[in-house]
């Protein structure tokens, strides 16, 4: 899948960034969303699959720490044209390259829709790992009333109802601190999680 993912992404990167790649494509509800969570963050910031790197510098334009990592080759090259001095990595959310207990917080926007429902724990078990206790996670995702899977426009992608994917952020070790969901005309529904890493791993 992770192959896959990338080879998609990588012949759509341009493309990609061209009409998501900005603040300026960002909904305004989750961009208020995105601020207050990460005012509530103290200490490195991960975006996890951060594309061409538009939330990530974002971030760090809100005064935090952050840096960006993400599967495909083409988005880190374009994140770290656009935006000199922020970090960018090429990564693999399930296999985060950072000790564990070391982050504030990660903000994973859209970044696990392509995940199957069975290896869904996989990443969110290495946020789990790399957020120290008391730090933030907040996930966008396509909500919907079951799980199940679509014709996304790079490679298959799931929606998730809020209740679902909260389960598996409690079942990974995480406490839900609020959930938020968006539906409107020519686009699919939106959720958002935001959770806490539990005190006790």
């Known amino acids: ?3 896959e993912v990338s080879d ?3 012949r759509r990167a341009m ?15 989750d961009r208020q969303l995105v601020d207050t969570w990460a005012a509530s963050i103290v200490g490195q910031v991960i975006d996890a699959g951060c594309g061409p790197g538009h939330w990530t510098h974002h971030l760090v334009q809100q005064g935090l720490s952050a840096s ?3 599967l495909v080759p083409d988005f880190i ?9 922020v970090p960018f990595d090429v990564g693999n959310l399930d296999a985060i390259d950072v000790a564990d207990g070391t982050v504030g917080g990660v903000l994973s926007w859209y970044s696990l829709i392509h995940h199957e429902p069975d290896t869904i724990q ?11 206790p008391g730090g ?11 799980i199940e899977s679509f ?22 070790g995480f406490d839900i601190v609020e959930a938020h969901t968006r539906t409107g005309l020519h686009h699919r529904p939106h959720g958002a999680v935001v959770a806490r890493r539990a005190d006790t791993p």
């Open 136 to 146: 933030g996670l907040l996930i966008g995702f396509f909500e919907g009333p079951k």
């Open 151 to 172: 014709d996304h426009a790079v490679v298959t992608a799931y929606h998730w109802p809020t209740d679902a994917l909260s389960h598996e952020l409690r079942v990974a």
């Open 122 to 132: 996989v990443p969110l078990g290495e946020f789990a790992r790399v957020i120290c």
């Open 8 to 10: 998609g992404y990588a």
């Open 15 to 29: 493309e990609y960034a061209e009409h998501l790649g900005s603040m300026a494509a960002v909904h305004p509800s």
């Open 77 to 85: 090259d374009r994140a770290r044209t656009s935006y000199p001095g």
């Open 68 to 70: 960006g990592v993400d």
């Open 1 to 3: 899948m992770c192959s």
